[in-house]
């Protein structure tokens, strides 16, 4: 079953992509209040924007955000078949975004996973377009057991089983069954059927492969104040609770950091708990100059 839309009255859009790949686009959702300054929502590898679909329409329902959500390049609408997936290129990608967009005040970037790299580099490549970054469970930096992971990455979900290798391996990464949403295997199945499109899975294993280490480097760049949610249950980490603490000393010319650890919670807190990762981020959001205006 494909995808529902995030906003039920929202149609899909395509912001033309600056790389060299001929055609290529960005599949986004977008409000468009243009006098409201924006949220931009960006998915990890592997997942698709509708993994915001229950704490982007209350971020809407404040009526203070012009809210936005895409997808990364090579996965759900975006088109496939480009020459590179590194969270430098989903950088390049969120600017086209907003550029297409027209959204010219400074927004607010969330970054999960692999996307929250990518919204560092954009504080950094663009300190003109953000005004404060929330990430959500994200991998910023290389970890150790990435070196063991991505030399297998290939041969593990290239295979005609790699769908579902992955498909099994995400349901782990959320932890607390309590915690699952209604639609969990619905939204399961159709992330599989996305992942089987051509190009789908190969884009996946591009990125798992990507290094962050440029991105990590940019870190201590970033100028605008962060908001880290992590969930202290997510396995793609050896310590979950201590990621937030590592990070807060590595913004180091941010003007302001603050870290929620979420008990219980997995790799995707705004999906297993989206009203109490809503309600952290509110209360950071309302603290930024634009929200204020």
Do not use: C
């Amino acid at each position: 079953m494909p995808f529902s839309p995030v906003f039920s009255d929202s149609v899909t859009k395509f912001a033309p992509s600056p790389s060299a790949d001929a055609s290529t686009t960005i599949a986004y959702e977008d409000t468009g209040e243009e006098a409201k300054p924006a949220i931009l929502l960006v998915p990890g590898l592997g997942d698709v924007r509708q993994s915001y679909r229950f704490i982007a329409p209350k971020l809407h329902k404040d009526e203070t955000y012009r809210i936005i959500v895409m997808d990364l390049r090579g996965t759900g609408e975006s088109s496939v078949g480009f020459s590179s997936y590194t969270p430098e290129d989903v950088a390049v990608d969120m600017i086209a975004v907003l550029n297409h967009a027209r959204v010219v005040k400074p927004v607010v970037l969330v970054g999960n996973s692999l996307a929250a790299a990518s919204s560092n580099i954009v504080a950094v490549k663009h300190p003109d377009r953000v005004q404060g970054i929330v990430i959500l469970n994200g991998l910023v930096r290389d970890l150790p057991a990435d070196k063991y992971f991505r030399p297998i990455s290939g041969p593990l979900f290239s295979s005609f089983w790699g769908v579902t290798v992955w498909i099994t391996y995400w349901k782990t990464l959320f932890t607390d069954r309590s915690k699952k949403p209604a639609d969990f295997e619905q939204y399961a199945n159709s992330l599989k059927e996305m992942l089987r499109g051509k190009g789908k899975l190969a884009a996946m294993v591009a990125f798992i492969k990507a290094t962050k280490q440029p991105a990590w480097s940019l870190v201590p760049e970033v100028q605008v104040p962060v908001l880290l949610i992590y969930g202290d249950k997510d396995p793609d980490f050896s310590d979950a609770a201590a990621e937030p603490m590592l990070l807060e000393e590595s913004y180091k010319k941010s003007p302001k950091i603050e870290a929620s650890i979420i008990e219980g919670l997995g790799h995707y807190p705004h999906v297993e708990d989206p009203e109490r990762v809503y309600n952290h981020m509110k209360e950071f959001l309302d603290k930024l100059p634009l929200a204020r205006s």
